[in-house]
């Protein structure tokens, strides 16, 4: 009975403490409540909370890297710290000196973040605790407490988690391919929804799948960039064959997000022309339980443990061929019907096979062999001349620097303008409000609004009822938990409760009684004013300006797409480097359309460009779509490239045509739109096809692919005429909004 009981205990822990969020607030909970319960002991409670304020710094500037990456990185930020505060306190009191400091700063800091992700994290982790410094200046006894405790917490923080990091060196990689799967799982569950909605449904559904798509591009990448940053720093390490059943995982994933991108056949005339509804309750039983299996790999992967495949999916993919292979549905329907149904059951079991190599892979059981797969590398630029490209004003980031350089330096002039001894709060509220586009900072400053005011109604009725020192440690210690954990999730909620951890933190760090919030929610509110006023009125970065870049990028990254694939027509096929890398960069062309789409929605804009970006981004997406299905069943077939290669070459070459337009602002090339009939020698001639046929099967699926490929390029190419001619008689009536 005991043990009954416990295995849902043990099952549930094991669950939360491989979640990352709370994983990772755990780390800094216990690096604070080390430091806190000591200091309030020894009666030096303000001492400890300088501490903690560094340790706070210190977790929210952390990069994920391998542990001789993270050591190093560990050692420059706390260098970086100490010089960062120790200038600060020197002249904080000159504010004509410490003005001009503040601003070169700040633009220094802020254009590291050209030089990666860890330099970006490292700048901001710099601009945050020099903020933390100024807010507690007033209350430093000497000139050395703030630079010496806010580093020694930072330091103290990072050691900690470089001795976890040690002990579980590829736990972040188990977490985010974890996210990988967790992410595949829910896209092929709304998929299935394709074969029970009707048809009215089908736009938002692409549309959802589309958002989706985001996240799952997105987990990849990261995943991919964690593998580097581990292959790169590897070595003869005695864990080797655990990065290699990792990055097998990894490179299983990525083609099944192929296969599962892919359309076969248009979802709405698939109801329209099958009538079977067995046959379609059957592709969504198969999708569903596909779906549910990515996830449990996923959480697999995710606890360390082996995933056991169902063995279900056999039994429903034999009953599908069997409802496939009567014989009423062979002589009731045309092949230009059956063979794209065969080819999207034949996807559905290529998936459930890389489950089951999924299954043996988690098994714990020695490698075959060794996995050597080359992964993509950021190319490295020069430095002057990417320095030259940075400070340019059509540099997104070189806009937000001078953008947050321009409210720094209006905040502080208000700082010291009104005598605003602690009114550094307005400048951090401006440093995590303050986006580099409009739609980011519209939505974290509703959020900080809605959060400060959440976390300010909190503090004052809990310091009414627990006035107490040791009730307030305690009230800062899960504030600062809960925001770790909500951080990544709900922003909102992540705002109340570090605004609660700030505000007890400042006021234990002075020894003052009370809590002060009237003038900490004074401050968040002119924080926002200036970001706001800042995105509106200074370069402001709407998303219809992107328009023609995201489109030829990816009218660019469809073709090279599209070569690659038929490239392997005739070299067989591979998951090589060279196809890889063009799959990923049309799935990342299209992530930046439909997040175009989002952003531009909350913009001031006509709703002409509403309605353009709509259609662009669906209509891209739909296009890799069916560049996934040629993808997901590309094989060497010297017909199949005679037949289409002429057709798929005026295609590459009208898609590289067109982006290049668009690049340079020229007019697109006059050009007739391209046939769809001329992309297959196969008609629907059911006297001279072989249902039975594999290769009469793969003609009549690409002359239909081709077909719709033809179909939304001739459409993206009319779509980019038109956007080029709005373009040219709206600009003026846009300037004036700028």
């Known amino acids: 009975m005991s043990s009954a009981v416990s295995y849902p205990a043990i099952s549930w822990l094991r669950r939360v403490f491989t979640n990352s969020h709370f994983f990772f607030s755990i780390k800094v909970f216990l690096a604070m409540a080390s430091l806190l319960l000591p200091g309030w002991w020894l009666e030096q409670t303000p001492a400890a909370v300088t501490l903690i304020l560094g340790v706070m710094a210190g977790a929210l500037s952390e990069v994920d890297q391998d542990p001789k990456g993270r050591l190093r990185h560990l050692l420059l930020s706390l260098v970086c710290f100490f010089i960062a505060i120790s200038l600060v306190t020197l002249l904080i009191d000159t504010p004509l000196l410490f003005g001009p400091f503040l601003i070169l700063s700040t633009l220094g800091l802020i254009l590291m973040g050209a030089w990666g992700s860890t330099a970006s994290t490292l700048g901001f982790g710099i601009l945050l605790v ?28 990072g050691l900690l988690s470089w001795l976890v990091l040690l002990i579980w060196p590829y736990k972040q990689v188990h977490e985010q391919l974890a996210q990988c799967y967790f992410s595949l799982s829910r896209y092929l569950l709304e998929k299935s929804r394709f074969f029970d909605s009707p048809e009215q449904q089908h736009q938002h559904l692409r549309h959802q799948l589309a958002q989706m798509n985001i996240q799952l591009v997105s987990a990849l990448e990261n995943t991919k960039q964690m593998l580097n940053r581990r292959i790169q720093g590897q070595g003869e390490h005695p864990q080797q064959e655990e990065l290699g059943r990792l990055l097998a995982l990894y490179l299983l994933v990525q083609d099944m997000h192929e296969r599962a991108t892919s359309s076969h056949y248009s979802y709405q005339q698939l109801n329209q022309d099958l009538k079977q509804v067995d046959v379609l309750s059957g592709y969504q039983t198969l999708l569903v339980a596909l779906g549910e299996s990515c996830y449990k790999l996923g959480y697999s992967i995710l606890t360390h443990n082996a995933y056991h495949h169902s063995k279900r999916i056999t039994w429903e993919l034999s009953a599908l061929q069997d409802q496939l292979n009567y014989s009423h549905l062979q002589q009731d329907y045309p092949p230009a ?11 559905m079991a290529h998936l459930h096979q890389a489950l089951v190599r999924a299954e043996a892979l988690t098994q714990r059981q020695p490698l075959p062999e060794a996995i050597s797969v080359e992964l993509a590398q950021p190319q490295r630029q020069p430095f002057w001349p990417k320095l030259k490209a940075l400070l340019h004003p059509d540099s997104l980031l070189f806009r937000h620097c001078v953008r947050m350089c321009l409210c720094f330096a209006l905040g502080y002039s208000l700082i010291a303008y ?49 006035p107490s020192i040791g009730a307030q440690l305690m009230i800062l210690l899960l504030g600062a938990f809960i925001f770790f954990t909500q951080v990544k999730v709900y922003y909102s909620w992540a705002v109340g409760f570090v605004t609660l951890f700030v505000l007890l933190a400042f006021n234990l760090q002075g020894g003052v009684s009370e809590l002060v919030w009237l003038p900490r929610l004074f401050d968040t509110l002119i924080g926002c004013l200036l970001s706001f006023v800042a995105v509106w009125f200074i370069w402001p970065d709407w ?126 090339p006059a050009s007739v739109p391209l046939p769809t009939s001329e992309a297959t020698l196969v008609r629907d001639n059911t006297e001279s096809i072989d249902t039975d046929n594999k290769d009469d099967e793969w003609l009549i699926l690409s002359q239909q692919l081709l077909g719709h490929i033809t179909l939304l390029v001739n459409d993206l190419y009319q779509l980019a005429e038109g956007f080029q001619q709005q373009e040219t008689t709206t600009d003026a009536a846009a300037d004036k909004l700028e």
């Open 130 to 157: 020099s903020l933390y410094a100024m807010q507690g200046h007033p209350d430093s006894p000497s000139f050395w407490y703030q630079p010496m405790l806010l580093t020694l917490g930072a330091a103290w923080y």
């Open 337 to 347: 019907l059956l063979s794209p149904m065969k080819y999207l059951g034949r996807n």
């Open 418 to 466: 009104l005598d605003l001894e602690r009114g550094y709060w307005i400048l951090l509220t401006i440093l995590f409000v303050c986006q580099p586009s409009f739609s980011a900072t519209r939505k974290r400053l509703v959020q900080r609004i809605l959060g400060t005011l959440g976390g300010i109604l909190v503090a004052v009725p809990l310091l009414y009822l627990f």
């Open 543 to 668: 998303q219809r300006r992107h328009l023609p870049r995201l489109m030829a990028d990816a009218m660019d990254a469809n073709a090279n797409y599209l070569a690659a694939i038929a490239e392997q027509f005739s070299a067989g096929r591979n998951e090589d480097l060279d196809y890889r890398l063009p799959r990923k960069q049309a799935h990342l062309a299209d992530n930046q359309l439909a997040l175009a789409w989002q952003n531009i929605r909350v913009e001031p804009v006509p709703k002409y460009w509403l309605n353009l970006c709509f259609d662009i981004a669906y209509r891209n997406h739909a296009l890799l779509s069916y560049l996934s299905t040629l993808g997901a069943h590309r094989a060497q077939s010297h017909l199949l490239q005679q037949a289409h290669s002429a057709q798929i070459q005026r295609l590459v070459s009208l898609l590289q045509a067109a982006a290049k337009a668009l690049r340079c602002q020229h007019a697109l």
